[in-house]
């Protein structure tokens, strides 16, 4: 009896662990699920999507990791002394270290963006060409993204075994005429629901019908006018999104009230800064941050970080908001005056 039951108890951990072993994604499969999320980074930001694909890949194991299983973080960033979010634990170089959670892996995909974009110690990096995916990576060991002395060579190893430079020339009007991975018998069937909506693939969109809806272009970012009687619920169910989002994108609080007509909304993540041409802005009267955050396209979050202000803070009148650089903090500007709500 002792023996028959130790054989059905093996019987079912071999049965748990092959179920286990043929959910995994292989590389393959990861890459053609997410590497839209990595080219629309690299237009927004300038980092080669081909780094950012291979850090996915050898960061999160492929999408299999704990930790991108559980947190949907992709990238093993930190929580950091300045992250908000929702964390999670676990042993890496020390034990129980302090990890970032997101709600989804595309969350993950921009705050790898962000994280590199806003972090000192990697700003050269983007006076790099995004076609040097050598240069990036040997660039983001010396910056001090990863201890392991390999990772380089890792990340090119991956490059040149999946052919991801090529992911490096997709323009923002759409795929290459030629399949990225075609010359390994692989063809492009992924397809985002902002994509179905937008009617290309990587496309930047002026107009195109979905729901009855136009979606048109603010600050090179994707908008839908509301109509007289719309909610977050109606627009979001159009666009295939969920009401959650919109709130997201355009820095509303769950229980804001519902937009009125003839206002914008934006329905993918703002930036982290405002197109070139626009340094700052003199607040006007009435103007809120949230306003000055609408109008030039930037998350609410980084103007606050930018302008060394505390959240929930607003601007007086005729001060100066910076947009894409940070405010200066021995500026002797007269109107740099805050006031708290």
Known sequence: ?????????????????????????SRRDYINTFKELAIKEMHRSGIPASITMAQACLESDNGNSSLAQRSNNHFGIKCKSDWKGEREFEDDDEKNECFRKYRTVFESYEDHTDYLMQTPRYAYLFKLSNK???????????????????????????IEEERLDMLDNITPDGLSNQD???????????????????????????INPFGGREVKSK???DIVYVNAGDTYES???????????LHVYNDLKKD???????????????????????????????????DISQ?????????????????????????????????????????KTMKNE
């Open 1 to 25: 009896m002792k023996q028959t039951l130790i054989l059905i108890v093996s019987l079912l951990l071999l049965s748990t662990v092959s179920a286990r072993s043929q959910s995994k994604m």
């Open 132 to 158: 040097d995916y050598n240069a990036w990576a040997n660039g983001l060991k010396a910056a001090g993204y990863a201890t392991d002395p390999n990772y380089p060579a890792r990340l090119i190893r991956i």
């Open 219 to 221: 600050n090179e970012l």
């Open 180 to 206: 990225i991975f075609a010359v390994k018998g692989k063809t492009h069937s992924s397809e985002t629901r902002r994509e179905k909506h937008k009617g290309n693939t990587f496309g930047d969109l002026t």
């Open 295 to 335: 109008e030039f396209g930037v998350r609410l979050n980084s103007l606050y970080f930018k302008n060394h202000l505390k959240k929930g803070s607003e601007p007086t009148v005729g001060s100066r908001i910076y947009l894409r650089k940070m405010k200066p903090k021995n500026t002797n500007d007269p109107r």
């Open 256 to 290: 804001a009230p519902q937009p009125e007509a003839n206002t914008f909304l934006y329905i993918e993540r703002k930036r982290c800064r405002a197109l070139k041409g626009n340094d700052f802005h003199i607040v006007m009267p009435n103007e809120t941050l949230h």
């Open 235 to 245: 627009i979001a169910a159009d666009l295939g999104m969920e009401p959650w989002e």
